[in-house]
């Protein structure tokens, strides 16, 4: 499945992009320049545009694969960053956004530390990708469920911080 949305979407957009002379930096910075924006507009209780900013950032980051992953940590930044946005938009949203940004710390660096030695599964990158990405979705899309998604989302960080871990291990 993954191969075949590669093979249809992401290369031949990447071969365009490639053209124009737009590699993998300038997709970092689109990633990190439109996750910023949608946690302003988060902020600012504009959380469709919130949401549409943040589609464009993972579209720019999902292009730019695998450079892009090699090339920042943005995904981090961006993550946070949103989860602040949330806080911000409403504080008393802080105690659950600050449990996701906990949650999503965790899901990076056990990303980072075990992708040195062996590089996590596909299913394991995507399964990371997936969880915040709904998480993110859903929080724009029902704003005052907030806090419910994001200690959910903060929870489910942990067993797929595990995934890398155990993908880690089995194939040393």
Known sequence: MLEALHRSVIAPARERLDAL???????????????????????????VPGLALFVLSRAA????????????????????ALAFGFALAEPERALAASFLMFGLVLLAVSRLAFASKNPPSPRASLAAVAVVFVAVALACIRPDYFN?????????CFPVAGMFAASAIVRA
């Open 21 to 47: 002379g737009i590699g993998a930096g300038i997709l970092a910075a689109l990633t990190l320049s439109f996750g910023i924006a949608a946690a302003v507009a988060v902020a600012l209780h504009a959380y």
């Open 61 to 80: 980051a999902l292009i730019g694969y695998p450079e892009v992953s090699k090339l920042s940590t943005f995904d981090l930044v961006v993550y946070a």
């Open 148 to 156: 419910l998604v994001a200690y959910i989302g903060g929870l489910v």
